[in-house]
Nanobody, 122 residues
Framework: VQLQASGGGLVRPGGSLRLSCAAS????????IGWFRQAPGKEREAVSC????????YYVDSTEDRITITRDNAKNTVYLQFASLRPEDTAVYSC????????????????WGQGTQVTVSS
């Protein structure tokens, strides 16, 4: 059973990325999936979440108009599309699963994948 975040890398300011959260060993479509990030020296924060009914939540004001969360149940994957990246978006991005409605609280998620590093720098 695994959740694997991927798609990170080094991006110039203003660039875009699509992060993927792929599940293996279980069916992702029955779970709510959240994306979190942790920047160096800062606490982990919720970024976005999508429910089994495709209800979306965005938790960081500075990213709300720059990100889109989607899910492709056929591919057992949730995506986080990022546009107009800024240096302050630099962080390790992780995904996690839970049951029920979206939550910004990490404690509500019961299984986490390893993160992917996103670095925004010129």
């Amino acid at each position: 059973v695994q959740l694997q975040a991927s798609g990170g890398g080094l991006v110039r300011p203003g660039g875009s990325l699509r992060l993927s959260c792929a599940a293996s060993g279980f069916t992702l479509d029955v779970y709510t999936i959240g994306w979190f990030r942790q920047a160096p020296g800062k606490e982990r924060e919720a970024v976005s979440c999508i429910t089994t009914e495709f209800l979306r939540s965005y938790y960081v004001d500075s990213t709300e108009d720059r990100i889109t969360i989607t899910r492709d149940n056929a591919k057992n994957t949730v995506y986080l599309q990022f546009a107009s990246l800024r240096p302050e978006d630099t962080a390790v991005y992780s995904c996690a699963k839970m049951s029920g409605s979206c939550s910004w609280r990490a404690i509500d998620y019961d299984f986490w994948g390893q993160g992917t590093q996103v670095t925004v720098s010129s």
